[in-house]
């Protein structure tokens, strides 16, 4: 009987998860429309008191989106002010809801990657996953390897869709 030889295992390629850089932190919201009157206006005195006196420890190491989800023109100092609250406490803070501020940190985790460890190798980019990376995540992994890679692949390493090939 002949042996079976696996040779995925001898291939050489080297498997990237795109799920392993998700954010760990949890990701919140601060609303400004809780702070405005009437759901409308934005009064600086009452604002600037209603923050001053706001519990900021609930939002620490946390990835916060700053969003106003009322029809109201809010100032950008308004922004500007919340964030100078948030920068201290939260592990990252930005403009934009939660799907956003996921997809910045997804993306910043993403760009962190040490590029180096994959130079002239075969790299395959797992293709599925329990959450699913979403097409910036692929863009970028895509933009920082190119440059490094002998080949990238995306997929699984028994059935690979070629990408890219250093020539």
């Known amino acids: 009987m002949e042996e079976i030889v696996n040779k995925v295992a001898q291939s050489g390629l080297i498997t990237l998860d795109l799920e392993d850089y998700?954010?760990?932190e949890e990701i919140v919201e601060f609303d400004l429309k809780q702070y405005l009157f009437m759901e409308l206006i934005l009064k600086e005195k009452d604002f600037r008191?209603?923050?001053?006196?706001?519990?900021?420890?609930?939002?620490?190491?946390?990835?916060?989106?700053?969003?106003?989800?009322?029809?109201?023109?809010?100032?950008?100092?308004?922004?500007?002010?919340?964030?100078?609250?948030?920068s201290p406490v939260a592990h990252f803070a930005a403009f934009g809801d939660k799907k956003h501020i996921h997809q910045v940190q997804f993306i910043k985790?993403?760009?962190?990657?040490?590029?180096?460890?994959?130079?002239?190798?075969?790299?395959?980019?797992?293709?599925?996953?329990?959450?699913?990376?979403g097409e910036a995540a692929y863009v970028e992994i895509t933009r920082l390897l190119t440059p490094v890679v002998k080949s990238l692949m995306y997929g699984e390493p028994c059935s690979t869709v070629p990408i890219y090939k250093k020539k």
Do not use: H
């Open 22 to 24: 998700y954010p760990k």
């Open 49 to 86: 008191a209603a923050l001053q006196s706001l519990d900021w420890e609930q939002y620490r190491n946390k990835n916060v989106g700053i969003i106003c989800t009322a029809d109201a023109v809010i100032p950008f100092w308004a922004y500007m002010l919340v964030m100078t609250y948030l």
């Open 109 to 133: 985790n993403i760009a962190a990657i040490d590029v180096n460890e994959y130079l002239d190798k075969r790299v395959v980019i797992k293709g599925c996953g329990d959450q699913g990376a």
